[in-house]
């Protein structure tokens, strides 16, 4: 279980990279919190999909370890995209 966790948490900081780019440019903070959210609705469905099969296929320690590290990152993954806003320069 903790093994799927850490895969979901990674995988949530992942989404945070094309919030980097508010940093060089003033006009992309709207596109790096567009993609961040494209980003998350995408490993929704994937962690989701994923989790459930791996549970049914009687791995349920990873598949509700990526059910249960979705819930986690997410958490961890917003307070992030809204730090990173925060220190986006202003438009």
Known sequence: MIIGAAIAVAAHLLTLV???GVFGDTG???AGAFLYVVA???LFVTLL?????RTVKRDGGLGVGLL???A?????AFAGFAALLSLAPPA
């Open 18 to 20: 094309p919030m980097l």
């Open 40 to 42: 998350q609705i995408i």
């Open 28 to 30: 992309s903070a709207l």
């Open 49 to 53: 999909v994923v989790g459930i099969v």
């Open 68 to 70: 249960v590290g979705w």
């Open 72 to 76: 986690v990152g997410l958490v961890i």
